[in-house]
């Protein structure tokens, strides 16, 4: 009995004096890790404001975007020095980045569909084919831009509704913006009668154009015929406006040609076939004769 106790007693003090030393072995490594892991907090934190104040100043680019990128070098520092940390305590750090390469290439796949989104989103960002407030249309979609995010662009459609569409699709369609250029051009093409005075017609166009304020004067607005129509001459009035009056002012251009036409008489003709009814030809002398 006595001797178990004694067994005990040593191996209570082997095991104390193989912590101590441990202790003492990695006293210094703790102590490391522990400073590198806070002076590397602080530094990742550091990084991030540095490079969000540093790309906020830069042209062009999104806050969105500026936070994003900023984002990535706080994580980047955090992870170097992580693999920092654990060198301290005779890891392999090689082995450790492989392994992250292996698992980031996992969440890459897994999330492909997403990732495709924010690469879309980033490209839209820094391009910039479309901001926000301005009308866009795609083949899918059409409305006013709210907001451009990593993920998908929300919309506003012309007749009120929300729309949220991912950036991929915005990215890898054509997309027309109705917003970018200062002026847009418009062509009114109005149809008249063959009876009516095409010259009367194209000087009462003219002068309504001239009158309205918000068609510009240069380029000067025109008028033209532009085709022979099956039931009527097709006459167009083009003109260019600043793209904010664009709707309002095509609207009431095309009320007043009609207004004008009214009242001087001028035809707008629906289609229309005009049918002749030819006599029955006579019937062949000969085979009048065979038939009698």
Known sequence: MEQQANDIILATQTAWNQASALAVEYAFSILGAIILLLVGWLLAGLFQRWSLRGLARVRGIDLALAQFFSSIVRYGVLVIVFVTVLGQFGVQTASIIAALGAVGLAIGLALQGTLQ????????????????????????????????????????????????????????????????????????????????????????????????????????????????????????????????????????????????????????????VTYHNAPPSPAPQGRDRKEA
Do not use: C
């Open 117 to 272: 989104n924010i690469a879309a989103g980033i490209m839209l960002l820094v391009l910039r084919p479309f901001r926000v407030g301005e009308y866009i249309e795609t083949a899918d979609v059409a409305g006013t831009v709210i907001e451009i995010g990593l993920f998908a662009t929300e919309l506003r459609t012309i007749d009120g509704l929300y729309r949220l569409a991912p950036n991929s699709t915005l990215w890898n369609t054509p997309v027309t913006n109705y917003s970018r250029q200062d002026t847009r051009r418009h062509d009114l093409q109005v149809g008249i009668g063959y009876d009516d005075d095409i010259e009367l017609a194209m000087r009462t166009m003219m002068s309504l154009a001239e009158a309205e304020k918000r068609i510009l004067a240069d380029p000067p607005p025109s008028v033209f015929i532009d085709n022979l129509g099956d039931s009527a001459v097709m006459l167009t009035l083009r003109y260019w406006v600043a793209s904010p009056d664009w709707w309002d002012t095509t609207r009431e251009m095309i009320k007043r040609v009609k207004q004008s036409f009214d009242k001087l008489g001028i035809s707008i003709p629906y289609p229309q």
